[in-house]
């Protein structure tokens, strides 16, 4: 296995989670994750990094409460060059409130501001996963909304767990205007009649198929993931529906490859709240009807491997960060050659 992580200790935070990555104009690699005791911890904060070679020293990026937790970073570099985060402060995703910084040199950041400070509904923006930029020059953010209507005991893999009954929606926020304002779309139609009154989709992975053509696929609770579609730049959306993609209620990232060819990195196993191993990505010659020619990116059956977040590698495939049993960030690359009708794909070190 190459080398993959960006540390392999650190005495400032116990647990870590959420990785984001950004590859930037001159080849650098940027991670950025949040970190704390535990996550939901009030002394969580957001985290990050730089390849150069080698990983430098992980640095507290921001920490604007003491008494909330951070979570959620996501890195952006846009058209013009320009590197934004977006991240989450709140004691639960129900209460979110999204927060944006900048960056021009990639080394100094503006001040945190909020993201539409006047919508109180669980935080706007992207949730977790990159926005893409669509044929029409809009930047399109998946996001979603987490509700929790009641809690009650369950057993889960052999432990007695508090469960959260709850309400998940998905939407993507729209910004023409290079992130100065931003429109919510519809929210992803859910049928609660048939998969249950408390269930949903979160955490939308986005891709465009050609002009105002957009696709997602979603994080479930019901052992595979869904997958709406939109025809007129995200404002709404067809009803979700579900796919034979197997989904351990666990994020997921999809990521454009260009000449039709995506890649879906993913936990190919199906539960709820299930275990988060193996970590694989396939590939999709068909806009995501079908995945195939998967390659192992982490199998340890003991292990915890999860919310991948994918970029394109220019010239050799793609970049992609992960959790590692919330103890470590990776980050690995993966070279795709894709001149034969089977794809063939290997991690490498960066």
């Known amino acids: ?38 996550e939901r911890h009030p002394d969580t904060g957001i985290w990050w990094s730089t390849f150069n070679r080698v990983w430098s020293k992980p640095l507290l990026l921001v920490k604007i409460s003491r008494k909330m937790a951070h979570w959620n970073p996501v890195l952006f570099l846009d058209p013009g060059k320009k590197l934004h985060l977006w991240f989450k402060v709140g004691d639960s995703p129900e209460v979110w409130e999204t927060f944006h910084m900048e960056s021009l040199d990639y080394k100094t950041w503006s001040k945190w501001d909020k993201l539409c400070p006047d919508d109180p509904n669980g935080g706007r923006g992207p949730v977790r996963g ?27 893999q ?7 009954d709850q309400v998940w ?3 993507v926020d729209i910004t023409a205007d290079g992130g100065v304002t931003w429109s919510r779309s519809q929210t992803v139609p859910y049928d609660r009649g048939r998969w249950g009154q408390f269930s949903g989709v979160i955490q ?10 957009v696709h997602m696929l979603l994080r479930s609770m019901s052992e595979f993931l869904f997958r709406s579609d939109s025809c007129d730049f995200g404002r709404t959306w067809s009803e979700a529906a579900l796919t034979d993609i197997p989904n351990p209620n666990s994020a997921v990232d999809v990521v454009d490859l260009g000449g039709g060819l995506l890649a879906l990195v993913l936990n190919p196993t199906k539960g709820n709240w ?77």
């Open 274 to 350: 299930t275990q988060r191993t193996p970590l694989t990505a396939a590939f999709s010659r068909d806009n995501g009807i079908t995945w195939d020619n998967p390659v192992i990116i982490e199998d340890n059956p003991m292990g915890s491997y999860s919310y991948p977040a994918a970029v394109p590698w220019p010239e050799k495939g793609f970049v992609v960060s992960y959790t590692w049993n919330r103890a470590r960030i990776a980050c690995v690359g993966v070279k795709v050659d894709s001149s034969q009708k089977d794809v063939k794909a290997k991690v490498v070190s960066l």
């Open 1 to 38: 296995m190459p080398d993959k992580f960006i540390f392999n200790s650190c005495d400032d935070f116990l647990q870590c989670h959420g990785s984001t990555v950004e590859v930037l104009p001159d080849g650098k690699i940027v991670s950025a994750w949040f970190a704390g005791t535990r």
């Open 158 to 164: 052999g432990h007695l767990s508090v469960t959260q």
């Open 204 to 213: 939308p992975s986005l891709w465009e198929s050609s002009g105002g053509k």
């Open 169 to 171: 929606d998905a939407f």
């Open 130 to 156: 990159k926005p893409i930029v669509a044929s029409n020059g809009d930047w399109m953010a998946p996001a979603s909304i987490e509700r929790v209507q009641g809690r009650r005991l369950e057993f889960r």
